[in-house]
């Protein structure tokens, strides 16, 4: 359909499509607090109120069955699909699934990727509550769409985000990147070998990051417990880079994080050197790292930090100042979301 | 992945695959009243509940857009997304959207999907509250998932029909598969042709039944109104047979249906006839009817007849008396759901 009248989705820039496509969106019932613009929508329920996400994953894109497992990918597509729900500090409780079935996966198959939507689900405390199949003409297709409860004022937006909080992450990142380019390399080289012996010895942790990425939830409960609201949060999914811009222009804020306080695994490293990857970008743009972003007031600062969960990486400023990358030697470099703008 | 040692998903029947997939799921929170195996779920909320389900197009399999328009497209996948909400008998409130996109939809294509989207979000009163867009290999995918809210003793479950009460349809039937088949012919014969000119005079109701269904969320009203409450519903979505069945296995019952009071309209009969395609067949397997199904006590049949916009089709009987077709001549055929088990 595309063609010289029309206009490519990719010129359309990082938020341009998300923009044009919801702006024409009308409110019309009361109980629709939040439409589209954050991690999940908010419904109103009187004092609590109702979250709802949606999340597809497409075969060829988003995951490859040459090598991941059917019980992981179920396993992780819920994990994704939950990430909205807690990145508004709400309690998941039931979720949807929606699968388009190619004639290759068989009623095995289908078993092992409803076992790992059960783990994740038994896990996370979530109901899987129904469906859809369908058939699909190229390719497996999942949809999980999540729904979870609050409290009214417990619910973290992308926008509370103030100058001075604290930027806060869940994990180190990168991993699942360099998780994933490993799997393709072994796929590549083993492409015409009879009985393939991929070599992952030394980097099972990067698959596990890339294959079962973890919800957590436990470090939310740990912020519950010792009082400490997070003022924005965003579930960590396109990429350090590209979801801080998030917050800072929901926030109307700018930012400052330092680049020798991303922690970085010392297999993400190995195996980015090995691979000639710079190890930083994996870290800022590499994506699929399914952790939380989240900004905390400065005072909380002990607090947070004794919780032994979390790296504080940096600190949000006012929104003129940018968003900034401070390397060790002072220098500051505006931070660009590569994954949309290469 | 399908080799001799697994089984093919077709080999599961009817009923067998959803059984199959659903029967390990555990219920974890309270507030899970209902899970798989009606129209949508149920999520206690107090007096009220909320009701939710999900609903997946794939391109090639659910819709070609060599002949469907993207407006239309996305008109269509609002509603069905919406049936399974009106058949609970709840007001749809919400609804997300999930896009797998492939590289040939322009930004253009999109704008008039979601043009399409809204248009139907306008006329049900439903709020599209946000999404999720995702690259895709091969075809456009589209995933719905609405949610509404009724007061609890307001739901319309499968369950819920009992001997002796009326089957009431919303609509003829049959029009969107002939639709569709129009469609089908048209693009084969013109396969080759410079500047293709279909021929759908005289049949436009069938195309607008297939490309634009409507959501009979009014008849839902008027029932309100009459104080008439249907002891089970379910969108019609596969076939009246299928879903009757669903409806019977569902309410541990039987059914009689009178071949001569099932609505055929004139157009369904000619085109049927021109194409050689039974028309009964086509109203009772075709599916895509998207209407409602239900039942209702006989004590109503006035009430109900009055409205003047149903058609009472036959009744429910005993379980052991099968899902039956009556012929003019008074013949009792056994009714299958031929889509699944041919």
Chains 1, 2 share one sequence.
Do not use: W
């Not at 090598?67 to 396993?75: E, M, N, R, S, T």
């Not at 859809?132 to 973290?156: C, E, F, H, P, Y």
Request: aromatic share 4%; with cysteine; proline share 3%.
């Amino acid at each position: 359909m595309a063609n010289r009248n029309t206009t490519e989705i990719a010129s359309l820039g990082e938020f341009g499509l998300i923009d044009r496509l919801t702006s024409r969106l009308k409110r019309r019932n009361k109980s629709t607090l939040m439409g589209a613009g954050d991690d999940a929508a908010v419904i109103d329920l009187g004092d609590e109120v109702m979250v709802m996400s949606t999340d597809m994953m497409t075969e060829g894109i988003d995951f490859d069955l040459g090598y991941f497992p059917l019980k992981h990918l179920g396993y992780k597509c819920v994990v994704r699909g939950v990430y909205d729900i807690l990145a508004m500090n709400a309690k998941p409780e039931q979720l949807v699934v929606a699968l388009g079935i190619s004639a290759k996966i068989s009623v095995e198959a289908l078993d092992a990727l409803y076992e790992g939507m059960e783990c994740a689900c038994e896990e996370l405390g979530v109901d899987l509550v129904g469906g859809d199949t369908t058939a699909s003409v190229n390719g497996l297709v999942i949809t999980v769409t999540a729904i979870g409860r609050a409290k009214k004022s417990d619910v973290v937006y992308r926008s509370g985000a103030k100058e001075h909080d604290l930027i806060c992450i869940t994990s180190n990142l990168g991993a699942a990147y360099m998780g994933l380019h490993l799997l393709e390399r072994e796929k590549r080289v083993l492409k015409d070998v009879d009985n393939p012996e991929p070599q992952f010895a030394g980097y099972e942790y990067l698959l596990e990051r890339y294959l079962k990425p973890r919800a957590r939830k436990n470090v939310l409960e740990a912020l519950r417990e010792e009082g400490i609201m997070p003022t924005s949060m965003i579930d960590l999914s396109d990429g350090l880079a590209s979801d801080l811009r998030q917050i800072c222009r929901s926030s109307r804020c700018g930012a400052r994080i330092y680049l020798e306080r991303i922690p970085i695994a010392k297999q993400t490293t190995d195996l980015a050197e090995e691979m000639h990857i710079d190890p930083v970008i994996a870290a800022l743009n590499g994506g699929e790292d399914h952790e939380l972003l989240f900004t905390v007031p400065l005072e909380m600062q002990e607090k947070v930090m004794r919780l032994g969960l979390v790296d504080v990486i940096g600190h949000i400023t006012r929104e003129e100042a940018g968003v900034v990358l401070v390397t060790p030697d002072g220098e500051g470099i505006a931070l660009k979301a590569q994954a949309f703008d290469r």
